[in-house]
């Protein structure tokens, strides 16, 4: 019996670390359901919008959480560049022109 005390003592912090890591893999599975956040998000849809509790909560009981999918929304899909290089792609004669019939069109109001 005094070994397997000497064991667990000298084990526990990995089995805590060991549980802890299958804990944070559990909660990165997506288990929103329950969730402070989610509650108050399904709060205020419901409450702003008219949205159906039941339907939202039943949508988040079904996310998962794709870190892979998070981590490539998190970085830019390009170099940043400074606005001399994205002026030629966005300010054409051809958009002016459309903004200055739109202007005409809508300047009364």
Known sequence: ???VRNWAARCAPWIGAVGLFGAVQLAHAGD?????QVTEFVLQMSR???FAP????????EVQRKQSI???ISRPA???KPWKEYRPMFITD?????GVDFWRQHEAV
């Open 1 to 3: 019996m005094q070994a």
């Open 32 to 36: 929103y359901d329950g969730s402070p």
């Open 48 to 50: 702003d919008y008219g």
């Open 54 to 61: 039941e339907q939202l909560n039943g949508v988040f009981r």
């Open 70 to 72: 998070l981590d490539a």
């Open 78 to 80: 390009e170099r940043v």
């Open 94 to 98: 051809a958009r002016i022109a459309r």
